[in-house]
């Protein structure tokens, strides 16, 4: 025995036979767990399964924590959602619903006109413009004054275009339409100042509506006497390639009728 062995009660200690020994890893003096020690399980995987459960317990508090703050908030977030889209779909339907019905109608009301039937077709129309959704009312307020220059009621068809030209509530592009209706009304059945004072502003350049305010303008200026300002019209709407195909080819003809008649000089219009 090694005296150099502490000893304990007297018996001394002894190392263990090499069989029993565990080996271990040594790594610049620092130790290191065995690979895998037999008959038990591998360390490093209870590490990580310890680590994983962790992280999921303090996971799971985060959420329920979340949702003991912010979970009211939450539901009331998706209730305003979905009553919200239902609140939308339901409008549309009901939108949809009414602008159908006043479609019918005025699809109605044209039928009457177009077989004749005027009066039926001006009443069914007042009722719509009284009870109509949309544009439709306004739509009606026009093709009465349509179903009335039909009739023969060109004043009264002109007073009824001029009252939609002067609604501020009507659309501009409608509103614009009105006049052109009452002016090409008020070639045949008025005077060229008539005419002008709803269409001039229409023939600027830019106005969608120019070739036939200009057309209509310069029809009752070849009526009114003023053979002048109706060629400079008719040549200003030949020459401009924005204008349809036929209402070119008609402002040719005019202007050929205009100068052929002698009413101005050589060459044109100044």
Not at 59 to 73: E, P
Not at 167 to 183: E, H, I, K, T, Y
Not at 225 to 236: I, M, S, T
Not at 238 to 247: F, K, V, Y
Request: net charge neutral.
């Amino acid at each position: 025995m090694d005296p150099a062995l502490p000893a304990i009660r007297g018996t001394p200690i002894l190392p263990p036979p090499p069989s029993m020994r565990t080996k271990f890893r040594y790594n610049a003096g620092s130790f290191k767990h065995p690979a895998k020690v037999p008959g038990g399980t591998d360390s490093s995987m209870s590490d990580d399964s310890f680590i994983r459960e962790v992280n999921e317990e303090f996971r799971s508090d985060q959420l329920k924590a979340l949702w003991h703050r912010y979970g009211v908030a939450v539901v009331a977030v998706a209730a305003l959602i979905v009553l919200g889209t239902a609140g939308y779909v339901g409008y549309r339907y009901w939108d949809e619903g009414r602008a159908n019905v006043s479609g019918d109608a005025f699809s109605a009301a044209l039928k009457l006109a177009q077989d004749g039937k005027n009066d039926e077709a001006l009443a069914a129309l007042d009722q719509l413009e009284k009870d109509g959704y949309g544009a439709y009312p306004v739509l009606a307020r026009l093709r009465a004054a349509t179903v009335k220059a039909d009739k023969g009621d060109a004043d009264g068809a002109v007073k009824d275009f001029d009252a939609v030209a002067a609604d501020g509530a009507v659309p501009a592009s409608l509103r614009d339409m009105a006049r052109l209706r009452a002016a090409l009304l008020l070639v045949d059945h008025g005077s060229f100042e008539d005419v002008s004072s709803r269409v001039e502003a229409l023939t600027a350049d830019t106005n969608p509506l120019r070739h036939t305010a200009r057309e209509a303008l310069g029809l009752a200026a070849w009526k009114g006497g003023k053979a002048q300002d109706a060629l400079k019209l008719f040549e200003q709407i030949s020459a401009d390639e924005g204008a349809p195909r036929n209402t070119r080819q008609r402002a040719s003809l005019m202007a050929e009728l205009i100068r052929g008649s002698g009413t101005v000089p050589a060459g044109g219009a100044s």
